[in-house]
């Protein structure tokens, strides 16, 4: 990767090559786990943070490198209409989060 000091990106555009970054050194099959989580969270009833996709996760046999990519699966979920934000945030349970504000999800679709 070649960097241009120069070129100047928007917040939104490093934000997002950001997490391209991540989900590339992830795991393929985290990814895929997590995602079929998400998948589960947003055909439920209620709303989630990433805090339950990694308590989920963390009950499996997957593991990745990368545990930001999960920005990716997010993303990916809320663009292919299974889940949107709710503009709420919750304090996060994970100790390596230092219950840093998370935001809140939703199904897309509501039960």
Not at 65 to 84: C, K, S, T, W, Y
Not at 94 to 104: G, L, N, S, T
């Amino acid at each position: 990767m070649k960097l241009n000091l120069f070129k100047r990106s928007t917040p939104t555009e490093s934000t997002a090559e950001a997490i391209d970054r991540a989900a590339a050194h992830a795991s393929a099959i985290w990814m895929h786990e997590a995602t079929k989580i998400v998948i589960k969270l947003g055909q439920g009833s209620t709303s989630f943070t990433t805090d339950q996709v990694h308590a989920e996760l963390s009950k499996m046999d997957v593991a990745t490198p990368e545990p930001r990519a999960l920005g990716a699966v997010i993303r990916q979920a809320i663009r292919d209409g299974f889940i949107v934000l709710t503009g709420e945030y919750r304090k996060s349970a994970r100790r390596v989060c230092h219950k840093r504000p998370m935001a809140v999800y939703r199904p897309a679709v509501q039960v």
